[in-house]
């Protein structure tokens, strides 16, 4: 593994004209760019005044993207919006620490050139309009559906935010939205050196099948990226697909509880409701649809229930079905449980040979990752292929699962079942909103 040392300073500007608004940067003498955002319409006076505190979390975004040990901003912001801010910052430093196994580390030392900006915040009515951030993956997908279903008004948005991917993404929004019936908006977000910034200040990452390119931090900035547009369309809540296992997923490293998903996770959403409630909009929701049910559950439920949606979600990291990435695998286990294999082409059959290195995990580390969520899907979908007798010749993995685990787990399948099945309470999901 390479050495990784952080950034000395980092500094980030803010600015705007007609639908733009820009993020300039410096990281010591190795990055200028900017960061840029292009948005459907034109920003008004209003829309101006939320920029500041959006700026915050932006800079937040760029400085744990670089484990930056000393961040000035320079423009309009106020003691207080850091402050409101540390708590998600610590998040993205922790997880990025444990990603590629760095000691530990302080949050950078922040500086403010023009620390005295009072933010105007924009109140709704608090009906149930709902900007919702859609990538064309399936949580998003079946977030509009259930959105739909409980009287809310959706308006998608889709950020071309995830490199190496947005293309797939950007023609499963265009088919989906044919498919459901419904308009979108998009949102440009331009970042050229993403990919070199992060190269060089992550090793585990960029590695292929195992390390994808999805930006750290990313839900961070599109969901105060978001706010513009729940200003001008009067939005009160904003809505991503978090699902279960990315809310509920923690763990301990150097003595320190960690969220695995950062800002995906319960604490981290409600860290950004209540950011956005204090400085962008006091009755601003975060709501994520899905968040009470696992990855299967949503699965099996675009499946068996919107068979015509199905085919068309974007799921692989790296744009086309690899067939080799964790996500790739567990999407090919279900539908290959359900019955529906050849619904998707995939370029390489995960279950063979070594294609899928996730898999081999799964199957090394069973006994340790028992109970997570993705654990038991994976180990639940290889267990009924072995009940069924579909175990194929060149998927000796699976053969490998048939007789060393399968006879350990095979009184509790059902049990698994009934777990990746299960629909959670979760403290931002409403009570009464209804999943069936």
């Not at 196994?101 to 023009?114: D, F, H, K, V």
């Not at 949580?139 to 959105?147: A, C, G, K």
């Not at 991503?240 to 969220?259: C, N, P, V, W």
């Not at 040979?353 to 109970?371: R, Y």
Request: aromatic share 10%.
């Amino acid at each position: 593994m390479q050495e990784i040392e952080g950034a000395g300073i980092l500094r980030v500007g803010l600015q705007s004209a007609g639908t733009k608004v820009y993020f300039p940067y410096h990281i010591d003498d190795q990055f200028s760019g900017v960061l840029s955002v292009s948005y459907p319409f034109s920003l008004d006076e209003r829309a101006l005044r939320l920029l500041p505190p959006i700026g915050v979390g932006v800079a937040a975004f760029l400085a744990q993207l670089c484990l930056a040990r000393r961040l000035v901003l320079e423009f309009p912001s106020s003691p207080e919006m850091v402050e409101g801010i540390l708590p998600v910052m610590e998040m993205l430093y922790d997880i990025r620490c444990w990603r590629d196994q760095l000691e530990l580390m302080p949050l950078p030392e922040i500086s403010l050139i023009e620390p005295n900006h009072n933010p105007i915040p924009f109140v709704t009515d608090s009906s149930k309009i709902a900007c919702l951030i859609w990538s064309g993956g399936k949580d998003s997908t079946l977030s509009h559906i259930l959105l739909t279903k409980n009287g809310f008004q959706v308006l998608p948005v889709h950020f071309s935010v995830n490199a190496r991917a947005e293309q797939a993404e950007m023609r499963a929004v265009a088919h989906l939205a044919q498919v459901l019936g419904i308009t979108y908006q998009t949102v440009e977000f331009d970042f050229p050196q993403y990919l070199d910034i992060a190269r060089r200040y992550a090793g585990l990452w960029d590695i292929f099948p195992d390390y994808n390119v999805v930006p750290f931090g990313r839900d961070l900035v599109l969901t105060l990226l978001a706010m513009p547009l729940a200003q001008h369309y009067g939005v009160t809540y904003l809505c991503m697909g978090h699902e279960h296992g990315s809310r509920t997923s923690y763990l301990d490293y150097q003595g320190k509880r960690i969220a695995r998903d950062d800002v995906e996770s319960i604490k981290g959403g409600q860290l950004i409701e209540a950011y956005m409630q204090k400085f962008i909009s006091p009755t601003a929701r975060f709501f994520p649809p899905v968040a009470g049910l696992p990855e299967f559950r949503i699965l099996h439920e675009l499946h068996t229930k919107y068979p015509t949606v199905a085919p068309h979600i974007s799921f692989c990291f790296w744009g086309a079905p690899c067939g080799r990435c964790s996500k790739c695998l567990r999407h090919y286990l279900v539908q290959r449980v359900l019955g529906i294999e050849g619904l998707v082409h995939f370029q390489a059959n995960p279950l063979e040979g070594d294609n899928c290195p996730d898999l081999l995990h799964c199957i090394d580390n069973w006994q340790q990752d028992e109970g997570r969520s993705y654990t038991d899907m994976v180990l639940y979908c290889l267990a009924k292929l072995v009940e069924r007798g579909d175990v194929r010749p060149t998927e000796y993995l699976l053969r490998r699962f048939e007789d060393e685990i399968y006879p350990h787990i095979a009184d509790s399948v059902g049990q698994m079942y009934d777990r990746i099945m299960k629909v959670h309470t979760d403290p931002q999901v409403p009570p009464d909103f209804q999943i069936n």
